[in-house]
């Protein structure tokens, strides 16, 4: 579902008023939802997705690592989760233990317990989990917070969403889908930590909405103008070729309809381009505004600990928009 499909779908549901317990909630539009118990934030999301592979193991890995996202992106630490599967009958079992196999391994990894789930028969196979985390209510990261002068940084390269696609019609082998394969099994958990200690001051993971809807995300939720410097953007290779071979996701073009008028494209993307914009990421990077003196160390970091990051801009003064230079 595209994001202005979905603001209009959960405005009619939301409350006036919520509990001062609540840190963040849907009305924020953020990652995960944070309740404050006992002095602690418990950091709650779900996310469930198709398969992006033909390994059913790393597709529960991908899934696991996807769920999880969500809370990394508020500088939280998940803790438990329970699988959520949708799973069709004439699929082996074989294969279904395969998935859950790869998704615990990833939940073992991430030092976090799983407590059960809830399975139901559905015509398409979809795997993903709820999953609860902890965080410090002080130390939150939240789409909120961006202030002008900060620098952006993107912690992992764009284009999934085509490359997935491209697989699944035989346009692209096991081989070719391997880059962006791995970089969808890498755990958010390192840079949260260091976004954290490197003080950050919002974040939100780059996936369904494409790095262009939750670059406005941000923007709007923090009052600013995101400036994207659109050569400094890490791409996967394969991308533009695959787009230039009529691949594209059902996603890519409701991303491009929400952000609309709030787009700037100073720089004149070609369709290739404004196709990667929107493109929708499975297990994505965390886009993350940082203090410009902090910027270069954290990218450092980043790099240093094997991220494919890059910083991508700027944070404005002025109305929530994304300009592209």
Same mark, same amino acid.
């Given at each position: 579902m595209g994001p202005g499909d979905l603001i209009s779908l959960i405005r009619p549901a939301l409350r006036s008023t919520r509990s001062d317990a609540v840190l963040l909630?849907?009305?924020?539009?953020?990652?995960?939802?944070?309740?404050?118990?006992?002095?602690? !934030?418990?950091?709650a999301t779900v996310?469930?997705?198709?398969? $992006?592979?033909?390994?059913?193991?790393?597709?529960?890995? $991908?899934?696991?690592?996807?769920?999880?996202?969500?809370? &990394?992106?508020?500088?939280? %630490?998940?803790?438990?989760? +329970?699988?959520?599967?949708?799973?069709?009958? &004439? $699929?082996?079992?074989?294969?279904?233990?395969?998935?859950l196999v790869g998704a615990d391994q990833a939940l073992e990894a991430a030092g976090a317990a799983l407590l059960g789930g809830h399975t139901v028969a559905d015509d398409d196979l979809k795997f993903g989990m709820a999953v609860v985390?902890? @965080?410090? *209510?002080?130390?939150?990261?939240?789409?909120?917070? @961006?202030? *002008?002068?900060?620098?952006?940084?993107?912690?992992? *390269?764009? !284009?999934t969403g085509v490359m997935i696609n491209a697989f699944r019609a035989g346009q692209l082998d096991a081989a070719g889908l391997e880059p962006a394969l791995a970089e969808m099994e890498r755990f958010n958990d390192i840079a949260s930590r260091l976004a954290l200690e490197h003080g950050a001051r919002a974040a939100t993971d780059v996936s369904g909405f494409g790095l262009g809807g939750h670059a406005l995300g941000m923007a709007t939720a923090s009052a600013v103008t995101l400036r994207l410097r659109w050569a400094d953007v890490p791409r996967h290779a394969a991308f533009r070729a695959l787009q230039a071979l009529g691949v594209t996701t059902g996603c890519t073009a409701p991303n491009r309809e929400h952000v609309g008028a709030a787009l700037d494209d100073r720089r004149g993307l070609d369709e290739a381009d404004r196709a +990667? +914009?929107?493109?929708?990421?499975?297990?994505?990077?965390?886009?993350?505004?940082?203090?410009?003196?902090?910027?270069?160390?954290?990218? %450092?970091?980043?790099?240093?600990? !094997?991220?494919?990051?890059?910083?991508?801009?700027?944070v404005l003064a002025g109305a929530p928009r994304l300009e592209i230079v």
């Open positions: 909630g849907p009305e924020t539009g953020d990652d995960a939802g944070v309740f404050r118990l006992d002095g602690r !934030g418990l950091v996310d469930f997705i198709t398969p $992006v592979c033909d390994d059913p193991r790393r597709f529960g890995r $991908v899934a696991a690592v996807n769920a999880m996202s969500d809370v &990394w992106a508020t500088g939280g %630490r998940p803790i438990f989760a +329970l699988n959520v599967c949708a799973f069709p009958a &004439w $699929v082996d079992r074989a294969v279904l233990s395969e998935i985390g902890v @965080a410090d *209510p002080q130390r939150l990261l939240a789409r909120a917070g @961006a202030l *002008p002068g900060d620098r952006l940084i993107l912690t992992k *390269p764009l !284009g +990667l +914009l929107f493109d929708p990421q499975t297990s994505g990077g965390l886009l993350l505004a940082v203090p410009e003196p902090a910027a270069g160390p954290l990218l %450092r970091a980043l790099l240093d600990s !094997g991220h494919r990051a890059a910083q991508i801009g700027e």
